[in-house]
């Protein structure tokens, strides 16, 4: 089993173990969304490895798969870290510094520091940028 397998199933166990909260309202809503995503995410990155066709595309959401072939292309084109990748999923979503902090239990401060790395690496400077560059790659 390879290591992003692994990531796969420890997403899956950490979804399952969290669904007797959510439904005993113990766990919000937006924890297990998150949980959910990080699962999509990890399972996305294996269907793309093994077939080079993102799950989105799979599973019929055509333009979000799009989206995931851009994002992983400028991973690739611009020798993003691993973590700054994941961010950059974050980021090409629209989400800021705080959710992302929030999101992956890191400070506002690391997050801020990742996100300017990135555009850093991007040669970009926005939000708006970004979102243009995502374009770009998708054709």
């Given at each position: 089993?390879?290591?992003?397998?692994?990531?796969?199933?420890?997403?899956?166990?950490?979804?399952?173990?969290?669904?007797?909260?959510?439904?005993?309202?113990t766990?919000?809503?937006?924890?297990?969304?998150?949980?959910?995503?990080?699962?999509?995410?990890?399972?996305d990155?294996?269907?793309?490895?093994?077939?080079?066709?993102?799950?989105?595309?799979?599973?019929?959401?055509?333009?979000?798969?799009?989206?995931?072939?851009?994002?992983?292309?400028?991973?690739?084109e611009?020798?993003?870290?691993?973590r700054?990748?994941?961010?950059?999923?974050?980021?090409?979503?629209?989400?800021?510094?705080?959710?992302?902090?929030?999101?992956?239990?890191?400070?506002?401060?690391?997050?801020?520091?990742?996100?300017?790395?990135?555009?850093?690496?991007?040669?970009?400077?926005?939000?708006?940028?970004?979102?243009?560059?995502?374009?770009?790659n998708?054709?």
């Amino acid at each position: 089993m390879d290591e992003n397998e692994t990531k796969v199933l420890e997403a899956a166990a950490l979804l399952y173990n969290a669904i007797p909260g959510y439904l005993a309202e113990t766990q919000s809503k937006q924890q297990l969304g998150h949980l959910l995503v990080d699962l999509i995410d990890a399972l996305d990155t294996i269907e793309f490895t093994r077939s080079g066709t993102p799950l989105f595309d799979i599973i019929g959401g055509n333009i979000p798969g799009r989206r995931k072939k851009a994002i992983l292309a400028l991973e690739r084109e611009y020798g993003l870290t691993e973590r700054e990748g994941h961010i950059l999923r974050y980021l090409a979503n629209e989400r800021n510094p705080t959710y992302i902090s929030n999101a992956l239990g890191i400070s506002p401060s690391t997050a801020k520091a990742h996100k300017y790395s990135i555009y850093r690496k991007l040669g970009i400077h926005s939000s708006s940028e970004l979102k243009k560059l995502l374009e770009q790659n998708q054709q």
